[in-house]
């Protein structure tokens, strides 16, 4: 796959950055550490075009640099799902505006509070937007993050950026569309929220499911396979036939796609938690390579084999020592 494809993949910030970090930098990365990729990110961020896709009756697709994005044209304005990063967000509210047929802004939703989806709140929010995200995740927005797998400090947002309606519920009634949200115990970080369009039967998971690759669990955020799986099977609960489900990263995705990931995951799992019943290390986990037969498939993403085993046994260790 060259850089032109790996850019229309739909892997958003998830390939452009493997294919920067990993296929062609000049120096050798450790197959195990995703750290370094970190710093080669930004660059690449600026390259990346934004796209987007109508889904019927008012819904549209925003993919590029960040994660994916929902915009939903409803009777007093836009509802935005997640914001993307923060060296595009002008772009990215131009391409919000441009779907959106002049409306105005009205409301913003974080899935969570990572960089690449809540790093464009502040250009949001001065355009208008009220932001709505879970307390936890007000919470990691206001205070000085530090990443421990990806070694990365993020500094505290501005007040503008922040969230100033939170909770674990809502329920959003937008002309003839019903938005239902609903938080998730620690998964991806621990200020997930699942939104849900009921109307137009689609689900944005935001980084609860990335579609094809390895995904993301945030560990310093209180992340865990354990609670990844647990939001899969939640979902997968309200999905049919015709859902369509957006994903964190990756392109629109099916309940099968996500029902396959599960599956991924819970045998990552179960390979895993015995590794460290037994007193197994991190780095005697990664060498016992318990993903080798799952990374043709899912490995095309930011995560090796080896990153994402290090990233889900750091996970298990902090879980198993904060005895949750």
């Given at each position: 796959m060259n850089r032109r494809e790996w850019m229309q993949s739909g892997l958003g910030l998830a390939g452009a950055a493997l294919v920067t970090g990993r296929i062609w930098a000049d120096e050798p990365t450790d197959d195990s550490d995703p750290a370094p990729l970190i710093a080669k990110i930004g660059?690449?961020?600026?390259?990346?075009?934004?796209?987007?896709?109508?889904?019927?009756?008012?819904?549209?697709?925003?993919?590029?640099?960040?994660?994916?994005?929902?915009?939903?044209?409803?009777?007093?304005?836009l509802t935005v799902v997640d914001s993307g990063v923060p060296m595009r967000a002008k772009d990215i509210l131009d391409a919000v505006k441009k779907v959106g047929g002049g409306k105005p802004l009205a409301r913003l939703i974080n899935t969570h509070w990572h960089f690449d989806?809540?790093?464009?709140?502040e250009v949001f929010a001065q355009a208008g937007a009220t932001i709505i995200a879970t307390a936890n995740t007000?919470?990691?927005?206001?205070?000085?993050?530090?990443?421990?797998?990806?070694?990365?400090?993020?500094?505290?947002?501005?007040?503008?950026?922040?969230?100033?309606?939170?909770?674990?519920?809502?329920?959003?009634?937008?002309?003839?569309?019903?938005?239902h949200l609903a938080s998730v115990p620690p998964a991806h970080?621990?200020?997930?929220?699942?939104?849900?369009?009921?109307?137009?039967?689609?689900?944005?998971?935001?980084?609860?499911?990335?579609?094809?690759?390895?995904?993301?669990?945030?560990?310093?955020?209180?992340?865990?396979?354990?609670?990844?799986?647990?939001?899969?099977?939640?979902?997968?609960?309200?999905?049919?036939?015709?859902?369509?489900?957006?994903?964190?990263?990756?392109?629109?995705?099916?309940?099968?796609d996500l029902a396959a990931a599960r599956k991924m995951l819970q045998t990552v799992y179960d390979r895993l938690a015995p590794m460290l019943d037994a007193?197994?290390?991190?780095?005697?986990?990664?060498?016992?390579?318990?993903?080798?037969?799952?990374?043709?498939?899912?490995?095309?993403?930011?995560f090796t084999g080896g990153m994402f085993t290090r990233v889900v046994y750091e996970g298990l260790k902090r879980r198993r020592a904060g005895g949750k």
């Amino acid at each position: 796959m060259n850089r032109r494809e790996w850019m229309q993949s739909g892997l958003g910030l998830a390939g452009a950055a493997l294919v920067t970090g990993r296929i062609w930098a000049d120096e050798p990365t450790d197959d195990s550490d995703p750290a370094p990729l970190i710093a080669k990110i930004g660059p690449m961020m600026e390259k990346i075009p934004i796209e987007a896709a109508d889904l019927g009756n008012g819904l549209h697709l925003i993919q590029g640099p960040g994660g994916n994005i929902a915009v939903f044209n409803g009777p007093d304005g836009l509802t935005v799902v997640d914001s993307g990063v923060p060296m595009r967000a002008k772009d990215i509210l131009d391409a919000v505006k441009k779907v959106g047929g002049g409306k105005p802004l009205a409301r913003l939703i974080n899935t969570h509070w990572h960089f690449d989806h809540a790093g464009g709140n502040e250009v949001f929010a001065q355009a208008g937007a009220t932001i709505i995200a879970t307390a936890n995740t007000r919470k990691r927005l206001s205070t000085e993050q530090y990443t421990e797998v990806f070694k990365m400090k993020s500094p505290p947002a501005p007040a503008i950026a922040l969230p100033v309606l939170t909770g674990e519920v809502f329920q959003l009634h937008l002309g003839n569309e019903e938005v239902h949200l609903a938080s998730v115990p620690p998964a991806h970080t621990d200020g997930d929220l699942i939104v849900h369009f009921k109307g137009q039967d689609v689900i944005h998971t935001g980084d609860l499911f990335s579609h094809g690759i390895y995904p993301n669990i945030d560990a310093s955020s209180d992340g865990w396979i354990g609670g990844m799986i647990a939001a899969a099977d939640r979902i997968l609960k309200h999905t049919g036939p015709k859902t369509r489900i957006i994903p964190g990263h990756g392109p629109l995705a099916t309940p099968s796609d996500l029902a396959a990931a599960r599956k991924m995951l819970q045998t990552v799992y179960d390979r895993l938690a015995p590794m460290l019943d037994a007193g197994k290390t991190t780095e005697q986990a990664i060498a016992a390579k318990p993903t080798a037969d799952l990374d043709a498939a899912w490995g095309k993403g930011f995560f090796t084999g080896g990153m994402f085993t290090r990233v889900v046994y750091e996970g298990l260790k902090r879980r198993r020592a904060g005895g949750k």
